[in-house]
């Protein structure tokens, strides 16, 4: 396999944290190019800082909790402590421009400028910060640790997005997204429940989801309990009655008649398929190219 390219700069000591005092730290930055087709994954527990991604240059995508987010040059997207990262390039050359901090309170210093996951800046991508923070991440002088993150408060701020009155679409619908996943074995999840969360009207939110995703909210709920219901058949040993309680059915047969609506088999026999090349994207139930799963 093609080995991916990659310019990597990193702080004198990524073992321990600086000796000086303060909330956060600089932990590296660099530039990751994935050739098409080419994965990078880093499982969760070998990730104890938050990670920030910027689109540079060509298509890919990143894949939080099985969702993939496509990210085109000047998106952005972030990890946070313990989260598994998978890349992925959809075009020749994708470059991608990480930057890594940790420390006491680096999770809370990402949260707390409550940014949705994907989002695109109103301001360029800020290339000058960068080439700095590569000069200058690997100096222990006190002060220069506490200047890198500085320059990493200034990456954040070139990070955001415009602010209006309101949620704008895309962090509407990426924070529907991300609530869909963490509620999914509730069977109360629908539109009705996204629409009391977020405090908009159900034409309202239809429309700005479909526009972004393609399908309407209910319609990816229930592709996202196929998806995920195969996927605990396919790849689990669990009893078919608590596959269905992680998928949101309070009651087995109901279960068993959605993945038999489905798919024209019952849970048992899915589950003997487990070694199919194919299987759904969770994305409004597309068939996701077995040349992309990897």
Sequence with gaps: MRQMDLSMYYRFNI?????????????????????????????????????????????????????????????????????????????????LRWLCFDGPLAEAVMLSYRYPRHQHPSSAYPERLFTELERNIGDSDPLQIRRMAALVLEALAHAGGRVAGGL?????????????????????????????????????????????????????IMDHRMAHGIALLRGTSLPVGEVAKRCGFAETRSFSRFIRRGNQVSPLEMRKQGGSSRRPDPVCGQTADPARVK
């Design 168 to 220: 704008r679409s895309e962090v509407l619908t990426q924070r529907c997204v991300e609530f869909i996943v963490a509620n999914l074995s509730n069977p109360q999840l629908g539109v009705g429940m996204l629409c009391d969360e977020f405090k908009v009207a159900r034409s309202t939110l239809t429309k700005v989801f479909s526009e972004q995703m393609g399908c309407a909210p209910g319609r990816y």
């Design 15 to 95: 073992d321990e944290l600086p000796p000086v005092p303060q909330p956060f730290y600089a932990y590296g930055t660099g530039i990751s190019r994935l050739l098409r087709s080419q994965t990078m994954v880093k499982k969760g527990g070998v990730n104890p800082f938050v990670e920030v991604l910027w689109g540079v240059e060509g298509v890919g995508e990143l894949v939080l909790f099985e969702q993939a987010f496509p990210i085109k040059p000047g998106d952005v997207f972030y990890y946070l402590p313990g989260e598994t990262h998978e890349c992925r390039s959809l075009c020749d050359c994708w470059n």
